[in-house]
């Protein structure tokens, strides 16, 4: 009788270890997938410009969203990158963690005036980015563009920001 029971609990603890490691696993599976971004169009203007340059970006909105980011984006398009929505005016910071590609990050304040820019941020750093003067919008584009493009402090994000139809925003800032 005896030996029936030992051979019983080994069971149950094999059995128990394999749920407990198929949790974690689904847990790790859960917080790395990539969150379903909305896309949208938004139009630059450059100081001293006539004509605005487009950008297809991936909106990030709700917490999950912002928290993900740009996270193992391995390219990234000129033209391309993601707009940072957040519901209120402040300080911002960034880091680039699983992040491996550079990245310019382009502030920009409520009215939509760039108030600061980030060159070239370092892919995979832990270094802490942050923006000198409060902003509500942050778009991340490819390392260099910034420069490429002439964008400098003064471009104007023209707002509203242009979604699709179907789109709503999240509840959950």
């Known amino acids: ?3 029936g029971f030992k051979n019983y609990s080994r069971f149950v603890v094999v059995i128990l270890l394999f749920l407990s490691l198929q949790f974690l696993a689904l847990r790790a599976e859960n917080q790395f997938k990539t969150p379903n971004f909305a896309l949208g169009k938004v139009f630059l203007t450059p100081t001293n410009a006539n004509t605005s340059i487009p950008f297809t970006v991936q909106l990030a909105i709700s917490k999950p969203e912002l928290s993900f980011g740009l996270m193992y984006t391995g390219q990234l398009q000129p033209y391309n990158g993601m707009l940072f929505m957040f519901p209120d005016l402040q300080l911002r910071t960034f880091w680039m963690k699983n992040t491996p590609i550079s990245l ?6 409520e009215k939509g005036f760039l108030v600061n820019i980030i060159s070239n941020a370092e892919p995979k750093s832990l270094t802490l980015q942050h923006s000198v003067y409060a902003a509500k919008y942050v778009l991340e ?15 104007q994000l023209n707002l509203p920001i242009k979604t699709p139809k179907n789109f709503s925003s999240s509840s959950e800032k």
Not at 104 to 109: G, K, V
Not at 142 to 151: D, P, Y
């Open 104 to 109: 310019d990050m382009l502030f920009f304040n």
């Open 141 to 155: 584009i490819g390392g260099g563009e910034a420069a490429r493009l002439n964008l400098r402090l003064g471009t």
């Open 1 to 3: 009788m005896l030996r």
